[in-house]
C-alpha cells in the first residue's frame, strides 16, 4: 500500500516534453521509483489509484487484481460504484471492492467473459456487449439475467436507465423504449452516442458531433456544444453540468461547465496546458478535478485556477471517477 503526499510535490520541477515553458512539481520521480519497487514484488500495482482527503494523498489500491492484468486492460466502461460496493471490469473478469476495504482490496466475482462493459442501472449494475447482448446482476446474488432481448441493434457503445425509459447509445445514433425495452424508437441519428447523463429533466449526450441536449425525455435532441470533433466527456456536477469536447480547429479539448441546464457552456481550461488527450473531469466535494495528459488537476474555484496534483504515470492520462467523497483515478494509454 502506497501513499503520495503533496509534500514531495513542491520539492522539484521539470519541463514536460509537450510544452517547455510550463514547469510542473515533480512527484514523477518518486512514483517511477516505487513502481521499480512495486515491480520487484508480486502482485498487481499502478491500476487505480483513490484518493479520500480531496486529492491531498493517493493510495494504490491495485493489490488484489490479477498480477498478469495490462494496465490498459481496464475498458471504458469498465468502473462503476454503488451502495454495494465497487466493481471493476478488469482482464477476463469483474473484481468487486468494498468501500472501506484494507488489502487485498479486490475480490474476483462470477462473471459471463464476453461482457466487456459494464454501467450502473437503476436497480443494479448491467453489463453488455458490443454486439448487443445485455445482462443484469440481481442484487445481493452472483445472479447474470438476461435484459432487452428484443433490441435487435449491433455495435452497442453504452446503457442508460432514468425513470421508466431505458436508451442504448450505438454507432449510428441513439435508441430509445418506453416499455422496459420491448420496442425501440431511434431518436438520434447524428453518428455514434457514448454516454448519457441525466438531471432535473435534461439529458445530454456525448456524440460524434459533440455534445447534444433533450428536454422532452429523449424524443428529440440538439447541439449544444460543436467544435467540428467529438464529445470525449460529460458528467454531472452541483447545481449543473461539465463536459469535455475535441475542437478541430485548434487540435485540442475544451473543457466546459453549464449551470442553466446545459442550455450556455463556459469554458474552464485556461489554467490548464493546451492538450488533445485532457480525459474527464469531475466534482468531489468543493473541488474539480481534471484528468490531463500532465496529471491530475484541482480546482476550488470552479475551473478559474488549476494545482497540479498528481503527475502523470509514464504516458498515461488518468480517467477518474467518483463515488460520494472518494475519488478514484485509472492511468489509461491515450486519455481514452
Not at 514531495?8 to 512527484?27: A, C, I, K, R, T
Request: proline share 4%.
Amino acid at each position: 500500500m502506497k501513499i503520495h503526499h503533496l509534500a514531495f510535490l513542491v520539492l522539484f520541477q521539470f519541463p514536460f516534453p509537450f510544452d517547455q515553458e510550463l514547469e510542473f512539481p515533480q512527484s514523477t520521480s518518486l512514483l517511477n521509483s516505487e513502481q521499480k519497487q512495486k515491480s520487484d514484488k508480486t502482485g498487481a500495482a499502478n491500476i487505480i489509484f483513490k484518493s479520500a482527503d480531496g486529492g491531498q494523498t493517493w493510495q494504490d489500491i491495485s493489490e488484489g487484481l490479477s498480477e498478469d492484468l495490462q494496465e490498459d486492460g481496464i475498458p471504458r466502461d469498465g468502473f462503476l460504484a454503488n451502495d454495494d460496493g465497487i466493481y471493476l471490469r478488469a482482464g477476463s473478469g469483474i473484481y468487486k471492492s468494498q468501500l472501506n476495504s484494507t488489502a487485498p482490496f479486490w475480490k474476483k466475482e462470477s462473471f459471463p467473459d464476453e461482457h466487456s462493459s459494464v454501467v450502473a442501472g437503476k436497480t443494479g449494475m448491467l453489463a453488455f456487449t458490443y454486439g448487443g447482448k445485455f445482462l443484469h446482476k440481481v442484487n445481493a446474488t452472483d445472479l447474470w439475467l438476461p435484459i432487452y432481448q428484443d433490441f435487435k441493434g449491433k455495435s452497442v457503445r453504452t446503457v442508460f436507465e432514468t425513470g421508466d425509459t431505458a436508451f442504448i447509445g450505438c454507432d449510428w445514433g441513439l435508441y430509445k423504449s418506453d416499455d422496459k425495452g420491448k420496442n425501440w424508437e431511434r431518436v438520434y441519428d447524428g453518428g455514434w452516442v457514448m454516454k448519457v447523463v441525466e438531471s432535473d429533466g435534461v439529458l445530454l449526450a456525448t456524440s460524434q458531433s459533440g455534445i447534444i441536449r433533450s428536454t422532452d425525455n429523449g424524443e428529440n435532441w440538439v447541439n449544444v456544444i460543436s467544435e467540428g470533433g467529438v464529445g470525449i466527456a460529460i458528467e454531472r456536477i452541483k447545481g449543473g453540468f461539465a463536459a469535455i469536447t475535441c475542437n478541430t480547429e485548434t487540435e485540442t479539448r475544451r473543457v466546459r461547465t453549464s449551470y442553466d441546464g446545459g442550455k450556455t457552456w463556459q469554458p474552464i481550461d485556461a489554467g490548464l496546458p493546451a492538450s488533445l488527450y485532457t480525459a474527464s473531469i469531475t466534482e468531489v466535494g468543493e473541488y474539480m478535478f481534471c484528468g490531463h495528459p500532465a496529471g491530475i488537476y484541482r480546482s476550488s474555484d470552479k475551473g478559474k485556477t488549476w494545482q497540479l496534483l498528481l503527475p502523470a504515470i509514464q504516458d498515461k492520462v488518468f480517467n477518474l471517477s467518483v463515488s460520494g467523497n472518494v475519488i478514484y483515478a485509472i492511468p489509461r494509454g491515450g486519455g481514452c
